[in-house]
């Protein structure tokens, strides 16, 4: 014991006075980061990704590079980064997919909670609640009372089976308790064009993939889902201000790590990405997406993980869908 004494103290004062930290990753970061996006380039999730890793590589010094790796709703990129060394150089960008799959699939290669960490939130995107402008449902309640008198008359399209479209519209549908058939399609556009067809009643849709259709009068934005109105929509009501209480759905995109990623690491992180959101640059460019800043510290957003993972598992359980 007295030699190991010896023999530390004759190394630490060098080691001290050179300025070599004794914790690995103090100096963090000395290379490349890279953010995995689990859904196809020119995504919200993407762009928003690619945003605030310019930011965040001035501001770190360091290169940040946005790596797609798209597939099974996101799983595939997800549990790359799940297995990923949790030094801070291997990141993940995920929309609330990432609380709603373990309710969706019945076996993930991952745990959602035990295998990540939330660094912060990013951003929040109101979907929109649209009709044709051909539909004689022009308000809320309207399309309500209709499906309240037609039981399982009335339908939605959505962007998919378990899609942020589809539990949008779903915990719409029982906070309204109307009973209507569910059309999902391969993606945003084309259930926006069958929309504006009025070959489906209504649709929860991203406000970007809808705006001009509203500007032209080809569809009628009757309320936004999100808790607040939106600023590129100022003058339509939220659902819940549409008079269907508890209907607000929030469809959020977050940073995530790693679950054993040091705390300093994620600190700064959670640091360079905040000064990230509050430039006018990449406010701007979240406008552009229909979308607006959102931030929540890492213990916050890791609560918040965990209390989507229950609510979202209730709307998909209700809803009866399972992906394989």
């Not at 109101?126 to 037609?150: D, F, H, W």
């Not at 552009?288 to 359980?317: C, H, N, R, W």
Request: proline letters at 7%.
């Amino acid at each position: 014991m007295k030699a190991v004494t010896r023999i530390l103290k004759s190394v630490l004062p060098p080691l001290l006075l050179s300025g070599i930290s004794l914790t690995a990753h103090a100096a963090y970061p000395t290379k490349q980061i890279t953010i995995v996006v689990p859904f196809t380039p020119g995504s919200a999730t993407d762009v928003i990704a690619r945003a605030i890793g310019d930011h965040m590589a001035k501001d770190l010094g360091q290169a940040v590079v946005v790596e797609n790796r798209p597939g099974a709703g996101g799983t595939i990129g997800s549990a790359a980064v799940a297995k990923a060394a949790p030094d801070g150089y291997t990141l993940l960008v995920n929309s609330n997919a990432h609380a709603a799959n373990p309710a969706l699939y019945s076996k993930l290669p991952y745990d959602t909670l035990k295998d990540f960490r939330g660094v912060t939130t990013l951003a929040t995107l109101p979907n929109v609640l649209i009709t044709s402008g051909k539909s004689s449902y022009t308000t809320v309640s309207s399309l309500v009372e209709a499906a309240r008198k037609k039981p399982g008359m009335l339908n939605y399209a959505s962007a998919g089976a378990g899609s942020a479209t589809h539990v949008n519209a779903e915990k719409f549908r029982t906070q309204a308790g109307i009973d209507v058939i569910h059309v999902p399609f391969s993606g945003t556009p084309p259930a926006v064009t069958q929309t504006v067809a009025n070959e489906v009643d209504y649709m929860f849709a991203p406000i970007m993939a809808t705006l001009s259709h509203v500007k032209s009068g080809s569809l009628r934005a009757l309320a936004v889902g999100s808790a607040g109105r939106s600023a590129l929509l100022p003058d339509v009501p939220t659902t819940v201000e549409a008079g269907v209480p508890n209907s607000d759905f929030n469809f959020w995109i977050g940073l995530i790590a790693p679950a054993k990623t040091p705390d300093d690491v994620v600190a700064k992180l959670y640091e360079s990405a905040s000064k990230a959101l509050a430039t006018d640059e990449v406010k701007q460019r979240f406008l552009t997406l229909g979308a607006e800043p959102y931030v929540m510290k890492p213990a916050e957003f890791d609560g918040y993980i965990k209390s989507e993972t229950v609510s979202l598992g209730e709307i998909i359980q209700r809803a009866g869908v399972k992906l394989n």
